[in-house]
């Protein structure tokens, strides 16, 4: 896993740049997203688009921040730190991975080493609204974050991912939640056959396009 984007810091305007026209682990679970039917969903086709654009401007597209996000932003390191205390682990921060042949990426939020062996991730969730983590703690990972956990597995080539939900507003022995996560292989094949489709339609889309004008 050798890339000159992997030391970018994330959320960085370069980092958004290295991210442009790239199906990332956060869009994941839009490229698997269809009907019962198979038909493609309003947030697959939105994905869809948006990776047209990208590819047309070679510019990131603009991403409105919410409180719900900012507090997630400011709530990780404090998550990160709790985690690694937890456990003993030695995380390293890492930028923006690229896939080695496809035109996708991904962003963890660690690389872990366990027991000397570089073979770890961990995915931290901050949730502004404290009843998601009490639901995680019943329930485990939400099934939305799967292809994102799998997805950043796939791309780094690793074995687990340590899924992290945490709220530093809960009481001390409910505010970090940790569930590892092993690869699954089937998923992660499923996972790149479908990837692979859809950034085939997205090269399908832009080649149109650049037929009907010069660019």
Known sequence: MTTDTAALEQRTDEWLQARAGKVTASGFKHVLAKTQKGLPTAARTTY???????????????????????????????ALQAYVEAHVLHVETVGFVHHPT?????????????DMADNGLVEIKCPFNSANLLETWLSGMPDEHMAQVQGQMWITSREWCDFVSFDSRMPPDLQLYVQRIPRNPEYIATLE??????????DTIVGKLRSKVSF
């Open 48 to 78: 869809l688009w948006q990776q047209v654009i990208e590819r047309l401007t070679g510019q990131p597209a603009p991403v409105a921040r919410t409180m719900a996000m900012q507090w997630g932003t400011d709530q990780e390191p404090a």
């Open 102 to 114: 496809l035109a996708a990426g991904c962003s963890p939020d660690g690389l872990v080493t366990e």
């Open 193 to 202: 056959r479908e990837i692979v489709t859809f950034l085939a339609e997205v």
